[in-house]
C-alpha cells in the first residue's frame, strides 16, 4: 500500500469508533523513512474485542478472524484493495510445547496493555512507533524516533531473544541498509547457546525465506558479514563459514580472496540480481578440496554439482533453483573457456541450459566470473539456439530417410543440425541439409 494514505485510512477507520486506533510497524517505519510503498498495515485497536467487531460492523468492512479456531482477537479485512490487519494491544510468553515446538508462545490481549507494554514484546525499536488519528508519532521505547534516523537496529527488549527467527530477520534488514547496533550483538553474544539451540529447531523453511529476501536487497553482502559477525553455529548455514575459510585459488588469479569473498565479488558484476543464488553457488564445490592441493580446486566444478544439490535441497529450494545452481556450478568452467570447447560440448550445455530455460543466466554467471565471454561468444551461442530450435523437418529430408534403421535417424538429424550450426557459425546458412 501507499504510505501516504495511512494517515487517512487512520481518519475513517476511527471515525467509527470511540476507542483509539493506531498504525503499527513497518508501515510506520517506511512512512517516516519517506518510502512511498510499504507491504503492508498493522493496526492496534485500544478496546474491548466486542467494540472491534462492532467498529467493523459500522464501518461496512468484509473481515474474517486469522484464526478461526483461537480466542485471539485478530482481524483481518481488505480496503481499496489493502490487506490490512487489526488488533488489541498483547504482551507474549514463551512456553515449552514439546508437542509442537514452533508454538511457544503464550498471547493476551487486553484493552488494558498498555503501548509500551505491547512495544516491548517487538523486534526492533524502529518497529515500534505507533501513529495515531492525528498523524502523531508515538515511541513507547523512548528509542524508536532516535534510532530510526540513523537506521539502526535496537531490540525492544529481552524479548527479542525468545524468537530465534529476529536473528535472520536482522541480517535481513542489514541487507536493505540497516545497520547492527552493539547492544544487539550483545544480546546474542551473551545468549548463543540459547540462540543456537533455539535457531536450530526452527523449520529451515523459515531461515531459507529471509536469507532469499536478502540476496534481492541491494546490500546483499551485509548478511554474509554480520552472519560471521554474530558467530552462532546454525548447522544448515555455517556453508557461510566454510566458504570464507576456504581460498579462492592461486593467488595469481584470486590474490588473498576467500570462496566466499570471490563469489560476493561475482554477484557484484551480475547484470541481474535473479542470478545471485546460482553466483553465490558456482564456486560452492571448492569448499571440499582436500587441503593438500590448496589453493588449488581441480575437479571442483563436478564436485559442486552434486554438493550444490545436497545444500539447496536442505535449505528447502525450490526444485528449478536447485536443478539451475547445480547446472551452473557444473559447467561454469567449461563455458569459461567458451572459444576452446568443441562444438559438440557447445552444442551439449546449450541445449541443457536450453531445457533448464537458463541460458541468459548461464552466460551472465560466467561473463561476471571469468570476464572473458566476449559479444562473440554470445552471439555464436544465440546462433547454436536458433538452429537447435528448429524442428528436424526443417533440417533434414526424412524422405531419403525412409528406408534407414530407426538407430540411425537420431545420428543423422544430429550430424544435420551440427553441420548446419557450423555454417551458421561461419555465416552461411541453408534451409534444409541434403544427406
Not at 507474549?92 to 493476551?108: A, D, G, L, R, T
Amino acid at each position: 500500500m501507499y504510505t501516504k494514505y495511512i494517515k487517512e485510512y487512520l481518519e475513517f477507520f476511527n471515525s467509527k469508533s470511540d476507542c483509539e486506533i493506531y498504525a503499527v510497524g513497518g508501515a510506520v517505519r517506511d512512512f517516516l523513512l519517506g518510502k512511498e510503498e510499504t507491504k503492508d498495515l498493522d493496526l492496534i485497536f485500544k478496546g474491548p474485542e466486542s467494540e472491534l467487531v462492532s467498529t467493523l460492523d459500522k464501518l461496512k468492512l468484509e473481515y474474517k478472524k486469522i484464526d478461526p479456531s483461537s480466542s485471539y482477537p485478530i482481524y483481518q479485512f481488505r480496503y481499496k484493495g489493502d490487506v490490512i490487519e487489526i488488533s488489541l494491544p498483547r504482551k507474549e510468553k514463551k512456553i515449552n510445547n514439546s508437542v509442537n515446538p514452533h508454538k511457544n508462545f503464550v498471547m493476551e490481549f487486553s484493552e488494558n496493555i498498555s503501548l509500551k507494554e505491547d512495544a516491548l514484546r517487538r523486534d526492533f525499536t524502529i518497529n515500534a512507533l505507533y501513529m495515531n488519528k492525528l498523524g502523531n508519532i508515538l515511541d513507547p521505547t523512548m528509542q524508536g524516533l532516535e534510532n530510526l534516523k540513523y537506521k539502526l537496529l535496537v531490540p525492544c527488549s529481552i524479548a527479542f531473544l525468545e524468537d530465534p527467527l529476529r536473528i535472520f530477520r536482522a541480517l535481513r534488514f542489514s541487507s536493505n541498509g540497516f545497520k547492527i547496533s552493539n547492544s544487539l550483538v550483545d544480546f546474542i553474544s551473551n545468549n548463543s547457546e540459547y540462540l543456537e539451540k533455539e535457531i536450530n529447531n526452527l523449520p529451515v523453511e523459515r531461515l531459507t525465506g529471509e536469507f532469499v529476501k536478502s540476496l534481492k536487497c541491494d546490500n546483499y553482502r551485509a548478511f554474509f558479514y554480520n552472519f560471521m559477525r554474530f558467530n552462532l553455529d546454525i548447522k544448515k548455514f555455517n556453508f557461510i563459514r566454510k566458504m570464507n575459510d576456504v581460498p579462492a585459488g592461486p593467488k595469481q588469479f584470486h590474490g588473498n580472496h576467500s570462496v566466499l569473498e570471490h563469489s560476493l565479488g561475482v554477484m557484484d558484476r551480475l547484470n541481474y540480481s535473479h542470478n545471485r543464488l546460482y553466483a553465490l553457488m558456482h564456486d560452492y564445490g571448492k569448499i571440499f578440496t582436500s587441503k593438500d592441493i590448496l589453493p588449488h580446486h581441480y575437479g571442483h566444478d563436478k564436485v559442486g554439482e552434486e554438493e550444490v544439490v545436497k545444500l539447496l535441497e536442505s535449505l528447502r529450494f525450490p526444485r528449478r533453483e536447485i536443478d539451475i545452481s547445480s547446472f551452473i556450478a557444473r559447467y561454469h568452467m567449461s563455458f569459461g573457456g567458451y572459444s576452446f570447447l568443441r562444438d559438440t560440448k557447445k552444442i551439449q550445455i546449450i541445449k541443457e541450459a536450453m531445457k533448464l530455460d537458463c541460458i541468459g543466466s548461464l552466460v551472465d554467471v560466467v561473463q561476471a566470473d571469468s570476464q572473458s565471454f566476449t559479444k562473440d561468444n554470445q552471439a555464436e551461442v544465440l546462433k547454436i539456439m536458433k538452429v537447435l530450435k528448429l524442428p528436424a523437418s526443417k533440417i533434414v529430408d526424412f524422405d531419403k530417410l525412409k528406408d534407414s534403421k530407426p538407430s540411425n535417424i537420431g545420428q543423422r538429424v544430429f550430424q544435420a543440425r551440427l553441420g548446419l550450426i557450423r555454417e551458421e557459425i561461419k555465416g552461411k546458412s541453408k534451409s534444409k541439409t541434403s544427406l
